[in-house]
């Protein structure tokens, strides 16, 4: 059983830019969330993707966006980068409902 | 909406020591309440979960928690504490029907440093 993996690891953009993170999700897991985690911060929950439809979103501007594919793995973007945008993103997977949810290791962005 | 307070942003305990971490929430019906811990530059790892049932949950690695409904507490503890537990641990409540695992609050963790 593979678990929850996130490309790429490190990534340094410009202000303005666009940019796509990607997760994989953890076998039999049809639900992805993504985090964002600011330096000395927790995590905050972006949104949430269940069988390739949104299911939720935190407060977030329209600007990050995601998409879930029929393999569940799924993608963040995110246009014109600001630079508070600087921070670990983080991917959980998990079958839905009430279970819990499994990370991966992150993707941290550096926006200059 | 609902939201975590870990008042102790960092707490140092020697090795061998007990410890506790506070974790408060505020959250309108049950609530899912989780703790990870995240060594640094990583990601999370769960280390137990309360959902229903027995209020005292036993986790990995030795830890425990203890859903207090009336102290609206889920305070985690651990009877020995190891060198390699240093790490920045957070609680987290999870929101709605579907989803409740993966539509975390967290709280802004704290920072465990264990001295030898």
């Known amino acids: 059983e593979t678990g929850v993996t996130q490309s790429p690891t490190h990534l340094i953009k410009t202000r303005g830019q666009q940019v796509t993170l990607r997760c994989s999700s953890q076998?039999?897991?049809?639900?992805v969330s993504w985090y964002q985690q600011a330096l000395g911060q927790g995590p905050q929950f972006i949104f949430q993707?269940?069988?390739?439809?949104?299911?939720g979103r935190g407060n977030f501007p329209p600007r990050f966006s995601g998409l879930q594919f029929p393999n569940y793995s799924s993608e963040l973007n995110v246009n014109a980068l600001e630079l508070d945008d600087s921070a670990l993103y983080l991917c959980?997977?998990?079958?839905?409902?009430?279970?819990?949810?499994?990370f991966g290791q992150g993707t941290r962005l550096t926006v200059v | 909406a609902q939201s975590v307070t870990q008042p102790d942003i960092h707490i140092t305990v020697s090795e061998g020591a007990s410890l506790e971490l506070r974790c408060n929430y505020s959250y309108g019906a049950t609530p899912y309440l989780f703790w990870y811990v995240q060594s640094p530059g990583q990601g999370l790892q769960l280390l137990l979960k309360y959902f229903s049932g027995d209020t005292l949950v036993q986790g990995i690695k030795g830890f425990e928690a203890e859903f207090k409904r009336s102290q609206s507490s889920f305070n985690l503890r651990k009877p020995s504490v190891h060198w390699s537990d240093a790490a920045e641990y957070f609680c987290?409540?999870?929101?709605?029907?579907?989803?409740?695992?993966?539509?975390?609050?967290f709280g802004t963790g704290t920072q465990l440093k264990v001295e030898l």
């Open positions: 987290a409540v999870g929101a709605g029907i579907t989803g409740g695992g993966n539509k975390l609050t």
């Open positions: 959980a997977s998990s079958g839905g409902g009430g279970t819990e949810a499994f």
């Open positions: 993707y269940y069988r390739e439809e949104e299911n």
């Open positions: 076998s039999g897991h049809n639900t």
